[in-house]
């Protein structure tokens, strides 16, 4: 089966630095480098930022929107600017294109990520080049991707993607942010993710004028996307006939080679998708029996519960420090697991009633983070204070 290509295109190398105006000249090269990929039968979705990069520019304001419903109406207005020049583009080279816009509450119901995914099946068989972007308009704080480098790599994942392209303003990833550091070494080939700490690479605090999370979410997206078998490569926007010579294996930018044996639809989806509504503490035999002995969690190894949640939501389960170990799909609620934690599995129908299951999250249904990885959400968090 031909190949599919996710090229995500951030607003840095879609908007001039100088004037904030669309980079014409980038994007014209890009739809025909996609529609050329395309006749080579390549599947193509392009995830394309710029709605609010391109609404701020259309309304004349001179700075970052600062309050939420202004950012959204902002969005509103250049969402649709942004299809109109794509689709005049794309229409000039007679290939079809289709808006896909997403917020993260759409992927979290099983049934959603199920229906996303038949689309976009649909769209790449009709031989349309899906444009994703965040629904920005509409998305509220919890149910956002948030930056669409973590939306691309998602993407990646659902439609089963060959390679994920993030297209930016460096020519790749260096030790350190070459703003900054005029000493940062390039850094061409990552075969696992556990090089970026031998490496010490460092993602500092600055970005593109417009751009959203700058490289930490870039290093995010091509932890997911390699962890689904995603090779991802970090590569300069403004060439994007690049991706010709990199898909004919040209060492260009930085490549990040996916996992051999990557993590299945399912526990991906728990891991990278859902999103958390408690936490669960663990003793240190508990944490050794999920994290070497790939066991189910018993509620025995549980200390402490966080949050409330239902039957069948994803916690965060975490050592006795908080830090994060693994996520998972309870099997019984808040409330329920405040009264039978710490207790041998035997007590439960005692305590609670009835006769439950003997698992508080099956190892089916639980998905080891990677060592040293930290907390996800609170490294992005930190980044974009
Ligand atoms: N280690 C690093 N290597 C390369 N670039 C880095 C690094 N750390 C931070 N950056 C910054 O990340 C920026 C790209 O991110 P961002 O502005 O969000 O781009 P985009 O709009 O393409 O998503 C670059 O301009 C660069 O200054
Ligand atoms: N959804 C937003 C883009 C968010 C984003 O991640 O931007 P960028 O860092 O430029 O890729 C928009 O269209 O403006």
């Avoid at 294109?97 to 917020?103: D, K, N, S």
């Avoid at 509450?105 to 038949?118: E, F, T």
């Avoid at 260096?174 to 090089?195: F, G, K, V």
């Amino acid at each position: 089966m031909s190949q599919t290509l996710v090229v995500k295109i951030g607003t840095s190398s879609l908007t001039q630095s100088a004037t904030g105006h669309l980079a014409l000249s980038t994007l014209a090269t890009l739809v025909e480098t996609l529609t050329h990929l395309r006749y080579q039968g390549y599947r193509v979705v392009l995830v394309s930022s710029g709605a609010v990069g391109v609404g701020r520019d259309r309304l004349g304001l001179t700075e970052r929107p600062r309050t939420i419903a202004l950012k959204q109406a902002v969005a509103a207005v250049g969402q649709g600017r942004l299809m109109r020049v794509y689709d005049d583009l794309f229409s000039s080279l007679k290939q079809p294109i289709a808006q896909v816009l997403l917020t993260r509450g759409d992927l979290v119901q099983r049934n959603g990520y199920v229906n996303a995914y038949n689309t976009f099946q649909q769209l790449l068989k009709l031989g349309v080049i899906p444009i994703v972007n965040e629904n920005d308009t509409v998305a509220v704080d919890e149910l956002k991707f948030g930056d669409n480098d973590t939306l691309s790599a998602l993407v990646a994942s659902l439609v089963e993607a060959d390679w994920l392209f993030l297209l930016t303003d460096v020519d790749q990833l260096y030790s350190a942010d070459p703003r900054e550091n005029p000493n940062a070494q390039p850094i061409s080939l990552i075969t696992n993710m556990e090089q970026l700490e031998e490496f010490q690479v460092q993602t500092g605090e600055s970005r593109s004028g417009w751009g959203t999370g700058g490289m930490i979410t870039k290093i995010e997206a091509a932890r997911i996307a390699t962890g689904s078998g995603v090779r991802t490569v970090i590569t300069e926007g403004k060439y994007p006939q690049n991706l010709e010579k990199i898909l004919q294996g040209e060492a260009i930018g930085t490549q990040f080679e996916p996992q051999i044996r990557p993590v299945n639809a399912r526990k991906h989806w728990i891991a990278h998708v859902l999103i958390p509504m408690g936490k669960l503490y663990l003793d240190a035999g508990a944490v050794k029996a999920i994290y070497q002995g790939g066991k189910s969690l018993l509620a025995a190894g549980i200390t402490k519960v966080e949050g409330g949640f239902n039957i069948q939501d994803s916690v965060q389960i975490c050592d006795l420090n908080g830090q994060e170990i693994a996520r998972g799909l309870v099997n019984y609620s808040s409330g329920e697991l405040q009264r039978i934690k710490g207790l041998h599995s035997d007590k439960i129908p005692e305590i609670l009633g009835y006769e439950g299951v003997e698992t508080v999250v099956h190892r089916d249904n639980l998905v080891i983070r990677e060592q040293g990885t930290g907390n996800r959400e609170q490294r992005i968090e930190g980044e974009r204070k």
